[in-house]
């Protein structure tokens, strides 16, 4: 355990940092970030920030000196990074979990290697792959780059109509490595979000109901309307994903739910996780403190809720409902900072509570 009074150091700035930083702060945790960016969400909250880019030797260096323990808030460190800063201080969630999550295709193999059922899937390299895998797919599926992208980025659609054409798609996500995912019939989207601790201690909180726009995360449902069966499948996922990454700190795992029952997971994010922002306003302990107390060597919380609640996400000009947001009985807001709203820009976050337990 690393006691309060103690300095943890965050790798990137955004929001997710900045609710980590101010959940260090409840527990008297100092913090310090690594971002290129000046005035970035998080150091708006930190005690220090050092402006360099995340694989800056001297930086990283600085950060190790400064910091009792390193955690992250985006899956996008470079794992080199990670690992160097692991030979001299803990980082946590380990390495191991960032070089899994940024390649969709060691994810998806690592997922399948774990037991956890996934939407079938195959490797393209190029564009004749790309032909023989929508072949395969009925001509159906979503071409993803292997790495980076997110909300909806690096991804192109394909839903079987005459005119679509593999050589166009390919050219469209840049010609570079991709994965094309087989199309589901879900009935809902749904997340998990869970803890691990350093001894094996693990805590799930309640399963999330997801609504997307856009391919950006718009409302999360707390609870879900899955039955029980299919929540008990999705914490047990994520209790091996966990356990097959020997992980340390919170995860967010993202499910389809099909119609039959199966449920099929999509993808996970070593971090936190935006459909678990709804635990600041309906648990006791939320994600980031779970978070921070999980690197730090903490007893993990409880993760029951006491309010069943709708979280949705502010984006772009969204901000402009503020007035009528702080007006209204029930919602918890939360904005991030950010100077400028752009369309497809996270601002903030408001979690509604529809009924107390």
Same mark, same amino acid.
């Given at each position: ?6 300095? &943890? ?12 930083? %101010? ?24 005690? @220090? ?11 990283? !260096? ?6 009792? +323990?390193?955690?992250? @808030? ?56 790309? @032909? ?57 989207? &749904? ?6 601790? @350093? ?7 309640? &399963? ?21 069966? &299919? ?21 967010? %795992? !993202?499910?389809? +739910? ?26 006791? +302990? ?27 996400? #502010? ?19 939360? #904005?991030?900072?950010?100077? !400028? ?8 976050? +408001? ?7």
């Amino acid at each position: 355990m690393i006691a309060p009074g103690s300095t &943890i150091g965050i790798i990137g700035g955004g929001q997710l940092g900045r609710m980590l930083a %101010m959940a260090a702060a409840r527990l008297g945790y100092r913090t310090i970030i690594l971002e290129p960016q000046k005035d970035c969400p998080a150091a708006q909250v930190a005690n @220090e920030q050092i402006v360099a880019a995340y694989d800056d030797p001297n930086a990283l !260096e600085q950060l190790a000196e400064l910091s009792d +323990v390193i955690t992250y @808030e985006f899956e996008n460190v470079p794992v080199d990074s990670a690992e160097m800063l692991n030979e001299s201080i803990g980082v946590f969630p380990p390495p191991e979990a960032l070089k899994v999550s940024q390649d969709r295709v060691t994810e998806k193999r690592f997922l399948n290697m774990a037991g956890i059922q996934t939407a079938p899937w195959r490797i393209v390299e190029n564009e004749g792959d790309l @032909e023989a895998a929508l072949l395969a797919f009925e001509g159906k599926g979503i071409l993803k780059t292997r790495r980076f992208g997110y909300d909806g980025k690096g991804q192109v659609r394909f839903s079987g109509k005459k005119g679509e054409s593999a050589k166009a798609g390919f050219a469209a996500i840049g010609s570079v490595p991709s994965i094309l995912e087989g199309l589901v019939d879900f009935t809902r989207e &749904i997340s998990v979000i869970a803890a691990r601790d @350093e001894t094996g201690n693990i805590r799930i909180y309640d &399963i999330a109901e997801n609504v997307h726009k856009d391919g950006i995360l718009a409302t999360s449902t707390v609870p879900a309307s899955v039955s029980s069966t &299919i929540a008990g499948l999705a914490a047990d996922s994520a209790r091996k994903l966990l356990e097959a990454l020997n992980y340390v700190g919170v995860l967010g %795992m !993202e499910f389809f +739910v099909l119609a039959n029952g199966t449920l099929l997971a999509n993808e996970f994010a070593p971090r936190v996780h935006n459909s678990g922002h709804w635990t600041e306003a309906a648990c006791a +302990v939320s994600q980031f403190e779970q978070h921070i107390r999980a690197v730090a060597g903490l007893p993990l919380g409880d993760t029951r809720r006491h309010s069943d609640c709708i979280m949705e996400n #502010l984006i772009g000009d969204d901000i402009e409902k503020l007035p009528a947001i702080l007006a209204e009985n029930g919602a918890v807001l939360h #904005l991030y900072g950010k100077a !400028e709203a752009r369309a497809g820009r996270k601002m903030g976050h +408001v979690t509604r509570i529809t009924k107390r337990l």
